[in-house]
């Protein structure tokens, strides 16, 4: 028997478990949130929503505009800091001509500070809020993604609420990179590990996190977080791991319908944002950043790269194992559509945006091992200023 057999079966069986465990998970709906999950009952709570934007002129309006239409009664104010803008970014704001938004005008984070978590920090020192809203200026939420986060929070006795919203992808590689790497996301750190306090495992997404201001405070905020490159990871980390233990609570959530979010426009984008984050998030671990490079390869490339070898070398039986692979791969792809939308060509480009992530998590282990210079994000260095 050829030794591509065994390996090639294991390949395919691979994919055929995540199949079933991602399908199951989806059934079973236990970290799900829809607009109007938990009812629809008023959560007496006031809530500050803070945006930090820099040259966002294109995003913002949109992004303020469903803010400023939330269903919740408690909005008491949008907070925008103007990161330095020089695109009208804070003008454009403005123009939305509601009471309850203020813009300030921030010049940069000081020494020893994230860009973001200082315009972030710089926001919520201006908010009267019970609980804080930190939204990206990218994002577009449904008018019910507040009222439906209060109550998750309340139902789960949470004091942080985050999520992942739908993906919106337009250009080619956005179509190609951003499904995959979303999915990437999501299998090395399920929800129920998450949500689990007696488990290390934490995750938040920045563009959407709600939590009670006086837990924000009692963790220290983004002043204790302001060299994180993961400010929203780190942040979660600071209340799930908050003494005493099981003393505050962080809940991530899969979102459908609430938020949608278009994070990069172009390859250049794509490969600068994951790059200044994946060895952060990978916990600085050389060793596991690597093994992830070879399990991208082994996974999705080899199938692939596999079956027209085995035909040209004669050995149709291997090579039908290889195909097999490459069918069970496509065949979970295509189930988990719903949530990453792609065109129908995109699973099938699989094994391209598994190698372009092996070169972007390689390039953020050589950022965060000294080996080459940071990235530049909105023409500033990544790293800490």
């Known amino acids: 028997m050829s030794p591509w057999i065994p390996a090639l079966a294991l390949l395919g069986a691979y994919w055929l478990i995540r199949i079933v465990v991602t399908r199951a998970r989806f059934a079973a709906r236990r970290f799900l949130l829809e607009p109007g999950e938990y009812g629809d009952e008023p959560i007496d709570a006031t809530v500050s929503v803070c945006i930090p934007a820099r040259n966002e002129a294109a995003v913002i309006a949109d992004c303020v505009r469903d803010v400023l239409a939330q269903d919740h009664p408690g909005l008491l104010e949008l907070i925008l800091v103007d990161d330095g803008s020089d695109d009208g970014t804070g003008d454009i704001a403005r123009s939305a001509g509601d009471d309850r938004l203020r813009v300030i005008r921030g010049e940069g984070p000081p020494p020893g500070w994230i860009g973001k ?15 804080l809203l930190f939204v990206d200026a990218d994002v577009r939420l449904h008018p019910a993604a507040l009222s439906t986060a209060l109550r998750a929070a309340r139902h789960h006795e949470a004091h942080m609420v985050s999520w992942f919203g739908q993906l919106d992808t337009r250009s080619f590689w956005e179509h190609v990179c951003m499904p995959f790497i979303g999915d990437l996301i999501a299998v090395f750190s399920p929800l129920s590990r998450v949500n689990d306090e007696a488990l290390d495992d934490c995750i ?87 093994g992830l490079v070879l399990y991208l390869l082994l ?78 994000w909105k023409g500033r260095s990544a790293g800490p200023q």
């Not at 978590?117 to 609980?131: F, H, L, N, P, T």
């Not at 609570?249 to 459908?256: G, K, T």
């Open 204 to 290: 938040a997404n920045g563009q959407f996190v709600l939590i009670e201001r006086w837990a924000y405070d009692r963790v220290g905020g983004h002043e204790a977080i302001r060299e994180s490159v993961i400010d929203d990871v780190s942040l979660g980390r600071a209340v799930k791991f908050h003494p005493p233990a099981g003393h505050l609570r962080h809940r991530m959530f899969q979102s459908r319908g609430l938020m949608q979010v278009r994070m990069y426009d172009s390859l250049g984008a794509i490969w600068a944002g994951f790059a200044k984050n994946f060895f952060a998030a990978g916990k600085q671990q050389t060793g596991w950043l690597l």
């Open 117 to 131: 978590s200082a315009a972030v920090w710089r926001a919520q020192q201006e908010a009267r809020g019970d609980w």
């Open 299 to 376: 996974t999705s490339v080899l199938p692939a790269l596999a079956a027209p070898w085995l035909l040209w070398r004669g050995d149709v039986t291997s090579a039908a194992f290889a195909l097999a692979a490459v069918g069970w791969m496509l065949a979970f792809r295509y189930s988990t559509r719903s949530f990453t939308p792609a065109p129908w060509w995109s699973p099938w480009l699989q094994p391209l945006a598994a190698l372009v992530t092996a070169g972007i998590v390689l390039h953020s282990v050589f950022i965060g091992r000294g080996w080459m210079k940071p990235v530049s």
